[in-house]
């Protein structure tokens, strides 16, 4: 299977009117989105998306801003997804992300820094498990799209 890995553009970055702008990036990139939806999670998605920070001081907070409004769910396929696609989103702390980067651009704060990204194939899979179902992704439509027009 190739690699895949969970993306969220958290609520900051929806009310913010930046999800296409992000989408793009990872579309332009060369990336495959294969799941994608908008919800608002629930407290028990939040808590188990972020169940490694539970305890740390920022929690309470953390879970109260990923359940505030609307995130924007993905799951992006490709090579070296879930490695790139930190490096796409920068460092969690804005002013320590590089230059170009997707925090760089769009955010100025460590706790609303409006996107998420797995950081390990276990991670990946535990947290797009949270959001999906399998039969919600479309891992293979870029072949079926090229089986339909080869027919035409
Ligand atoms: P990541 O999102 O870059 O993987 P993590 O350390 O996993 O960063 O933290 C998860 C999220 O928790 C961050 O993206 C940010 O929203 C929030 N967060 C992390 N550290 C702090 C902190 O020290 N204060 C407030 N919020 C934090
Ligand atoms: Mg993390």
New binding site residues.
Partial sequence: MAERTFVAI?PDGVKRNLIGKIITRFEEKGYKIIGLKLLIPTTEMAASH?A??EGKP?YP??IK?LTSGPIVAMVVQGPNVIAESRRM?G??KPENAEAGTIRFEYAIC????II??S?SPESAEREIAIYFKEEELCPNWNTMLEVIMDAK
């Fill in positions: 958290k972020y490694e920070h920022f907070r953390l801003y989103m460092a969690t460590q706790e609303y820094n998420h990204g950081d």
